[in-house]
């Protein structure tokens, strides 16, 4: 299968995540098939990832960003959100990268190879239809979220928690931001 074959290949976790979702996303083969046929390979050089990765896409996420997003949450505690949750706005469907609907919260990830420059209109306007039906819009790209994950993970629990979630952070270690939140 060519896309085991690109993942095998992969110099770093991030082009893994790449190949896999894009595989998935555009309906080229799905995550049972790619562990179906990786059974076959006794000795796949990102196996592990590979599970774990293909678990996500089955359930939505769609880019490597939003791979990260989610692991964010994970790590930190927060709720999960819906990864590439459809909304309609006066008849239109759109697409956030990560909503907590019940919170009216919507999280979008921003990466050049996934958002390049041209449609970014698009992205405005769709985050303006937001705010004005009421929804908080939180944006965030690769430094944000691989970089200082501490960081954004306590600004989205503020977020959260002004819009009524009773949750409780983790701290992912000592020196987590969330630490000196508590």
Do not use: K
């Amino acid at each position: 299968m060519t896309v085991l074959d690109l993942v095998r290949d992969s110099r770093n976790a991030e082009e893994v995540v790449g190949w896999l979702a894009r595989a998935c996303q555009r309906r080229l083969t799905t995550p049972p098939r790619i562990l179906q046929t990786m059974a076959l390979w006794p000795r796949h050089r990102w196996r592990t990832l590979v599970t774990q990765v293909l678990a996500d896409v089955a359930d939505g996420v769609a880019s490597p960003l939003e791979l990260f997003y989610r692991e964010l949450e994970r790590r930190h505690g927060l709720p999960g959100g819906e990864a590439n949750a459809r909304t309609t706005v006066r008849g239109t469907n759109r697409y956030t990268d990560v909503l907590y609907r019940r919170f009216r919260l919507r999280v979008e990830l921003e990466s050049l190879a996934w958002h390049p420059e041209d449609a970014r209109w698009r992205d405005a306007r769709r985050d303006n239809e937001a705010v004005l039906a009421g929804d908080a819009v939180l944006r965030y790209d690769w430094r944000a979220v691989v970089g200082r994950p501490c960081d954004t993970a306590a600004e989205v629990a503020s977020v959260l928690r002004a819009r009524g979630w009773a949750g409780h952070t983790t701290p992912c270690s000592l020196t987590c931001t969330l630490s000196r939140a508590a």
